[in-house]
């Protein structure tokens, strides 16, 4: 019996994407579900809890999960209309080649062969060329097994240098410039801190569409009495109801924490005892915050002096804080420097590792903490280990039997992979849940990068825009098909529960994986039979390091409702809080809080630099880019589930009236936006709450309506993220619609 019927929607390209709709069964408030299983949503880093209604192998709605204490049942639009990826017409159900003479330029064909296809070109393009040739792109919102499986598949199955994450294009600013600050890269505490924290500081954060429900943390601080500032070129919901709104001139962010430093040294808003007693560097970092004084920090952010004042005078003489941001300050060819600039100012106030004294990134993927420590980074090892060190290498090679000669060197990131395929060193690659073709930078190039290859191969569980180049593609799991762990934005270790099971032939990823190295003839360490096989080993791999799981287990996250790493033994409740006195540390060993042998954090100089790309006669505009509630990074999902398509249906070009009326453009008209990479031709969103020189224009959309044609591929040098805020544009009314 089919429970829901098919979609009114007509389409010619049967991979859609199409719009799912709630109808039939899933109307009928009257049927009672089979089962109603506690797992977590699918989209975000703050991955809230939900209960998913099952009726014959089949999502058909939600009830909230009051009990889970992250969320309380509260949920965003996209997690109250997730369950409509589930039973979706665009559904992979079989594997495919490409074929250009088939209905949407692929044909089906049987698992097994599709699995010795790519097996033998893996195989073929190794001999040939040489290991390195095949390269692997995975994902961070997949459970921390199938990162952890990925990152193994490539150091001892293949033994290839080539695999990253697109976790490279969220979190790796944040990621380097935690480890530079403090030795370790997890938020410094709970979201249950922000609420009786006194003051606020929000940077390049849109947490009421990105991350909803921390905007609920945020308010209940604020009815606690706390004072918000926010950082930010646009007057995002949450800066609407905020105390002081700073409106920095993107690019401009390490001004800004400069200028705030050299305020709280010029009034002594400084806790001294802190500084000298668990920290090193701050001296150096004086010595340059001097040239910050408030009039040049003005000069440069755009942000008025009297505004710069008054926020060094709220974050300095607070007694409680917590400071969060996001991508906002991280996708910056400077990302890293930034973070660090946040960093000092959390610092030089002496405000973190107690209560309500915080310092936190908002993570963007459903897994973005998780997938960045255990091995699919392209110079990581588990547990957050380093794949270049030869202490680390020895520990994991131990754990998978295997000669640590044998572990290929540190890899590259992903874009650069893309330039290796230019370059014709990589002539292979998998990925998996992976969608470059619309969420990296310059993607024109990227294009022409996967029209090079002879072979790809893409895992996933609907046909997105990159697979459509694939030679192979096949069918992987849906979140809610498998389960597993992920850590969320506060670093608990939550558990993700299968409610249904993969659909025709599609599989779950980590036994896809499997399947292949087995058809390589080599299976050895492959030879799970479950994700809670790969989570015990898993944990053995972690034991010792940074991030360190050897103490979690399934049973141990359902008892408390997550748990928080470090977690180092099976008797240890886990670490909410980074930082305190006496906790948990295997660099320091009880010489301090933080994670280096002296037990100090470090200042770290952070010196302004304009962004790669600034403004200049011709192209006389600053873009960048962003989300929308209603959407979720590539779009994959969120672009094939009705409501919240209908919420926002296509991206506009979003600009001030100010600029508006300069272009002769309003609300609603098509208005063209250009780089020197490409353009796009949108409909024009005249707002007040965006600078007059900057226009905003959302990455979601593939194709011409693609922010990414635009963006310049320029890196930071440390992190390797892309500089996604800012570049230089140039805008004029018209050219019609190119959709």
């Known amino acids: 019996m089919s429970i829901i019927s098919p979609l009114s929607i007509s389409v010619t390209d049967p991979f859609g994407p199409t719009l799912a709709y709630a109808q039939g069964i899933r109307l009928d408030t009257g049927v009672e579900p089979d089962s109603l299983v506690k797992t977590h949503c699918c989209f975000c880093g703050q991955q809230c809890g939900i209960q998913l209604k099952v009726k014959d192998n089949q999502v058909i709605g939600f009830e909230p999960w009051y009990e889970f204490p992250f969320n309380q049942g509260k949920l965003c639009p996209k997690g109250v209309k997730r369950y409509l990826q589930g039973a979706h017409p665009d559904r992979l159900l079989h ?94 505490n709970p979201w249950t801190d922000i609420v009786g924290a006194e003051v606020i500081w929000i940077s390049g954060a849109n947490v009421a569409e990105c991350a909803p429900i921390t905007t609920d943390y945020v308010w209940q601080a604020r009815e606690h009495g706390a004072k918000i500032i926010v950082v930010d070129p646009r007057i995002t919901p949450i800066a609407r109801t905020c105390d002081l709104f700073l409106p920095v001139k993107p690019g401009r962010d390490i001004a800004l924490f400069n200028g705030i430093l050299h305020l709280m040294i010029a009034n002594d808003w400084l806790d001294h005892d802190f500084i000298n007693n668990h920290t090193v560097g701050f001296a150096a970092v004086a010595e340059h915050v001097q040239q910050w004084t408030p009039a040049h920090t003005a000069q440069v952010t755009g942000i008025a002096e009297r505004s710069i004042r008054q926020a060094a005078e709220m974050w300095g003489t607070a007694s409680t804080s917590f400071l969060m941001h996001a991508r906002g300050i991280e996708h910056h060819s400077k990302g890293v420097q930034n973070v660090l600039g946040a960093i000092n100012m959390v610092l030089a106030s002496g405000r973190i590792g107690r209560p309500h004294c915080g310092y936190a990134t908002i993570t963007g993927q459903g897994n973005g903490q998780g997938g960045r420590e255990h091995g699919q980074k392209c110079d990581q090892l588990p547990g957050g280990r380093d794949l270049g060190n030869p202490e680390h290498r020895a520990y994991v090679a131990g754990v998978w039997g295997m000669n640590p000669d044998d572990l290929p060197p540190p890899g590259v990131d992903a874009y650069e992979i893309f330039r290796k395929i230019d370059q014709g060193e990589i002539k292979g690659l998998l990925s998996l849940c992976f969608n470059p073709v619309v969420s990296l930078p310059d993607n024109s190039f990227i294009r022409a990068q996967l029209e090079k290859l002879e072979f790809y191969v893409a895992i996933d569980f609907f046909l997105n825009e990159t697979a459509r180049y694939a030679d192979i593609v096949l069918p992987g799991s849906l979140h809610e098909e498998d389960e597993g762990v992920v850590t ?64 979690i287990t399934y049973e141990k996250i359902e008892a408390q409702d997550g748990v928080f790493w470090p977690c180092p033994a099976d008797d240890h409740p886990g670490t909410p809080r980074l930082f305190e006195p006496g906790s948990w540390n295997p660099v320091a060993q009880g010489k301090g809080p933080f994670y280096f042998p002296d037990g100090k954090a470090r200042f770290n100089v952070a010196a302004y630099t304009p962004p790669t790309e600034d403004v200049d006669e011709e192209y006389p505009l600053i873009l960048t880019t962003g989300r929308v509630v209603s959407q979720f ?94 570049c230089a544009v140039r805008v004029r009314k018209g050219g019609g619609s190119e959709q």
């Open 488 to 551: 969320t934005a506060e670093g608990r270790v939550i558990k993700i529960n299968q409610a249904v099971t993969p659909p025709g032939d599609a599989r779950q990823d980590w036994r896809i994986i499997q399947d292949i190295a087995r058809a390589m003839g080599r299976a050895e360490g492959m030879a799970f039979h479950s994700p809670v096989e790969v989570f015990a080993e898993l944990r053995q791999a972690s034991k010792g390091g940074i991030a360190d799981y050897s103490g």
């Open 95 to 188: 594997a495919y080649e490409r074929d250009s003479s088939a209905p949407g330029g692929f044909k089906a064909m049987g698992y097994e062969q599709a699995i010795r296809r790519v097996a033998g070109e893996i195989e073929r393009i190794q001999s040939q060329y040489g290991r390195d040739a095949f390269a692997l792109l995975s994902g961070a919102s997949l459970t921390t097994e199938k990162t952890y499986l990925m990152g193994k598949f490539a150091h001892m199955t293949l033994r290839t240098s080539n695999i990253d994450y697109n976790g490279r294009l969220c979190m790796v600013s944040a990621a380097a410039g935690n480890k530079k600050a403090f030795g370790i890269d997890r938020a410094a």
């Open 633 to 726: 990074l590539s779009g994959e999902q969120t672009r094939r589930i009705g409501p919240l398509v209908d919420n926002y249906p296509e991206p506009r070009i979003e600009m001030h009236p100010v600029l508006a009326q300069k272009l002769g453009v309003a609300d609603g008209e098509w208005v063209t936006a250009e780089t020197r990479r490409g353009r796009t031709t949108l409909r024009a969103l005249v707002v007040n709450s965006i600078r007059p020189d900057t226009i905003f224009i959302p990455y979601h959309w593939p194709g011409r309506q693609s922010a990414n044609q635009l963006t310049i591929a320029a890196q930071d040098p440390i992190s390797k993220i892309p500089e996604y805020k800012v």
